[in-house]
C-alpha cells in the first residue's frame, strides 16, 4: 500500500518540476527523493514519470494520482492550518489571488499591515486578472468582485463598489455635457474590454427601468487604469469604480456625470472553496480586509 507521505512527495515533485528542489526544500538527498518515488511507483505497479536529462513529464498514471493526490495534500495542509491556525501565535501560510485593481487601490497595503500584525504568517499574493481555478491551483482565498457562477466556492461580501461615469472637464467643455443617457451616443465612450468580450452595454437606470444602453468609441482595454488614464487624457466618457477615480474626482481632474442614472454596484468578495473551511488565520485575514475597506469606504460609495 502507498505511503500518504510518499504520495504528498510526489505531489511536491510535480508541482516543483526537479527531484533536487525537493530535496533541497526538504533538507533530503537526490537519492532519498528517488528511492520514495520509486518506492510508491512500486506500490502502485505504475511508471509516474517519463524521465529526461532536461525534464519531468507526468505519464498517464502519474496525471490521473497527481489530480487526486494533490487534492489529499491540501487536506493535509488544511488540517495542518486548522491546528497552527487556532495558537495564540498563530503560524501559516496564506496563498490569495487578486485581480489587479483590487490590489493596486486599497488590498496591496492592507494585506502588508495583516503582514506586520502577524509575523509568523507568511503570504503569497498573485495579482491577475484571471479567474483562478482555487483548488487547482493551491490557492486559499481569491478576491472577486464578478458575480460568482461557481457553486463550489464560498463568497463573503467584503464592500459594494459603486460605480460613476466621468470625464474630464476639458473634454465636456469640447464636446458639450449630456444630460440624459441617449446623449452618449454622440460621445466617445471609453470601453472596458474583458476576456476578449467589449462591455459596450452600460446598464443605467430611467424612469425607474434599467437601460441598458450601447455605448461606441476608438479606444476600448482590458485594463480599467488604463481607461481612467485615457479619461484624463480627454480622450472620452468612462464608467469606472468610483474608488479607481476617487481622487481624481476629488482633486476635480475628473467629472461625474449623469449621476442620476448610474446606479451600478458590484460587490467585493473573499472567495474560498467549499471544500476547504477558513482557519483562523484565514478569517483574521477575512475580517482585517473588511476593517480596512470599511475604513475607506468613501471611496467605494
Same mark, same amino acid.
Given at each position: 500500500?502507498?505511503?500518504?507521505?510518499?504520495?504528498?512527495?510526489?505531489?511536491?515533485? =510535480?508541482? $516543483? !518540476?526537479?527531484?533536487?528542489?525537493?530535496?533541497?526544500?526538504?533538507?533530503?538527498?537526490? #537519492?532519498?527523493?528517488? %528511492? &520514495?518515488?520509486?518506492?510508491?511507483?512500486?506500490?502502485?505497479?505504475?511508471?509516474?514519470?517519463?524521465?529526461?536529462?532536461?525534464?519531468?513529464?507526468?505519464?498517464?498514471?502519474?496525471?490521473?494520482?497527481?489530480?487526486?493526490?494533490?487534492?489529499?495534500?491540501?487536506?493535509?495542509?488544511?488540517?495542518?492550518?486548522?491546528?497552527?491556525?487556532?495558537?495564540?501565535?498563530?503560524?501559516?501560510?496564506?496563498?490569495?489571488?487578486?485581480?489587479?485593481?483590487?490590489?493596486?487601490?486599497?488590498?496591496?497595503?492592507?494585506?502588508?499591515?495583516?503582514?506586520?500584525?502577524?509575523?509568523?504568517?507568511?503570504?503569497?499574493?498573485?495579482?491577475?486578472?484571471?479567474?483562478?481555478?482555487? =483548488?487547482? $491551483? !493551491?490557492?486559499?482565498?481569491?478576491?472577486?468582485?464578478?458575480?460568482?457562477?461557481?457553486? #463550489?466556492?464560498?463568497? %463573503? &461580501?467584503?464592500?459594494?463598489?459603486?460605480?460613476?461615469?466621468?470625464?474630464?472637464?476639458?473634454?465636456?467643455?469640447?464636446?458639450?455635457?449630456?444630460?440624459?443617457?441617449?446623449?452618449?451616443?454622440?460621445?466617445?465612450?471609453?470601453?472596458?474590454?474583458?476576456?476578449?468580450?467589449?462591455?459596450?452595454?452600460?446598464?443605467?437606470?430611467?424612469?425607474?427601468?434599467?437601460?441598458?444602453?450601447?455605448?461606441?468609441?476608438?479606444?476600448?482595454?482590458?485594463?480599467?487604469?488604463?481607461?481612467?488614464?485615457?479619461?484624463?487624457?480627454?480622450?472620452?466618457?468612462?464608467?469606472?469604480?468610483?474608488?479607481?477615480?476617487?481622487?481624481?474626482?476629488?482633486?476635480?481632474?475628473?467629472?461625474?456625470?449623469?449621476?442620476?442614472?448610474?446606479?451600478?454596484?458590484?460587490?467585493?468578495?473573499?472567495?474560498?472553496?467549499?471544500?476547504?473551511?477558513?482557519?483562523?488565520?484565514?478569517?483574521?485575514?477575512?475580517?482585517?480586509?473588511?476593517?480596512?475597506?470599511?475604513?475607506?469606504?468613501?471611496?467605494?460609495?
Amino acid at each position: 500500500m502507498a505511503k500518504a507521505d510518499d504520495m504528498v512527495l510526489f505531489v511536491l515533485v =510535480v508541482d $516543483e !518540476g526537479s527531484f533536487s528542489r525537493v530535496a533541497e526544500k526538504l533538507a533530503l538527498t537526490n #537519492s532519498v527523493v528517488s %528511492k &520514495r518515488i520509486a518506492r510508491l511507483e512500486s506500490s502502485l505497479n505504475a511508471q509516474l514519470f517519463y524521465r529526461t536529462t532536461r525534464k519531468l513529464s507526468l505519464t498517464d498514471a502519474g496525471r490521473t494520482l497527481y489530480n487526486k493526490a494533490k487534492i489529499a495534500k491540501l487536506a493535509f495542509q488544511d488540517a495542518e492550518n486548522a491546528v497552527t491556525g487556532y495558537g495564540e501565535n498563530m503560524t501559516g501560510h496564506i496563498r490569495i489571488t487578486t485581480p489587479v485593481v483590487s490590489a493596486d487601490l486599497l488590498l496591496s497595503p492592507a494585506i502588508a499591515e495583516f503582514c506586520k500584525k502577524y509575523p509568523e504568517i507568511t503570504v503569497e499574493l498573485n495579482i491577475t486578472n484571471r479567474i483562478v481555478d482555487l =483548488v487547482e $491551483e !493551491g490557492f486559499d482565498l481569491a478576491i472577486r468582485t464578478a458575480e460568482l457562477e461557481d457553486s #463550489s466556492l464560498i463568497a %463573503k &461580501r467584503l464592500i459594494d463598489s459603486q460605480w460613476v461615469i466621468c470625464a474630464t472637464q476639458n473634454y465636456l467643455n469640447q464636446h458639450g455635457t449630456p444630460k440624459t443617457p441617449k446623449a452618449l451616443h454622440n460621445h466617445e465612450c471609453l470601453i472596458y474590454k474583458f476576456d476578449n468580450t467589449s462591455s459596450d452595454l452600460w446598464p443605467l437606470y430611467e424612469d425607474g427601468a434599467e437601460l441598458l444602453l450601447p455605448v461606441h468609441g476608438r479606444f476600448y482595454s482590458n485594463h480599467l487604469s488604463a481607461i481612467k488614464h485615457a479619461a484624463l487624457a480627454d480622450l472620452g466618457i468612462a464608467f469606472l469604480p468610483q474608488a479607481l477615480v476617487y481622487n481624481a474626482l476629488q482633486e476635480q481632474r475628473l467629472v461625474q456625470i449623469l449621476q442620476p442614472f448610474t446606479r451600478k454596484r458590484m460587490g467585493m468578495y473573499a472567495v474560498y472553496p467549499k471544500a476547504r473551511q477558513p482557519d483562523q488565520k484565514l478569517k483574521q485575514l477575512v475580517t482585517h480586509l473588511q476593517t480596512s475597506l470599511e475604513a475607506k469606504k468613501d471611496y467605494y460609495y
